[in-house]
């Protein structure tokens, strides 16, 4: 994977360790010349992302509408920056830019972006891979109602293999080049 694109929030949330996964991400994708792709901001986990790649040699596209560039919370010094009508225009472009994704933790614009990217590839728009980085284990309660959509005939099997979980970013980024197997994979 050459890009790939990042969601997360606009807010640090409360645990340093979420700003300290989004400096990982900046960093390790910068070291593995890997391009970050986000929404552009300057603020929350999305600017501490976009700094810590750029802080160390990395190339960051930014994607924005410009409703919210004129708003003030547009990241300036990124490495190129697109600058979109609207929030489907950007997520379509984030998608487009981008060779998988991951989803840190956020509020309701990350699980937005979160489920839209995941919903394209279960109508198989696209086949990239999609990984949650569940920091301090934010994502358990999500994951859990995914588990309780499978439970109750909402979701099929192969559903639950369109996306990958992991704790750590270094298995993270191994289980989004493997095949998922959703018998094995320690989420469910």
Not at 30 to 44: E, F, L, S
Not at 48 to 59: T, V
Not at 92 to 115: K, N, R, V, Y
Not at 155 to 162: E, I, Q, S, T
Request: contains cysteine; proline residues 3%; aromatic residues 10%.
């Amino acid at each position: 994977m050459k890009s790939i694109s990042v969601f997360c929030g606009s807010n640090k949330g409360f645990d340093p360790a979420y700003a300290a996964a989004a400096v990982e991400i900046g960093q390790t994708f910068a070291k593995r010349k890997i391009r970050t792709v986000y929404g552009a901001g300057n603020v929350g986990l999305m600017g501490i992302l976009a700094d810590a790649a750029l802080e160390n040699g990395g190339e960051v596209l930014g994607i924005i509408p410009d409703f919210l560039k004129k708003k003030e919370v547009c990241h300036t010094g990124l490495t190129e920056l697109i600058v979109t009508r609207t929030m489907h225009e950007r997520k379509q472009i984030m998608a487009d830019q981008s060779d998988g994704f991951i989803i840190l933790p956020g509020g309701f614009g990350t699980l937005d972006e979160f489920f839209e990217i995941l919903t394209w590839r279960q109508l198989r728009l696209h086949s990239k891979p999609i990984g949650i980085f569940d920091v301090g284990g934010f994502y358990q309660h999500l994951l859990a109602h995914v588990r309780q959509m499978w439970e109750k005939g909402f979701l099929r099997d192969a559903n639950l293999a369109l996306f990958t979980v992991a704790n750590n970013l270094p298995e993270l980024l191994e289980k989004m080049v493997q095949p998922v197997n959703i018998v094995e994979d320690k989420w469910l």
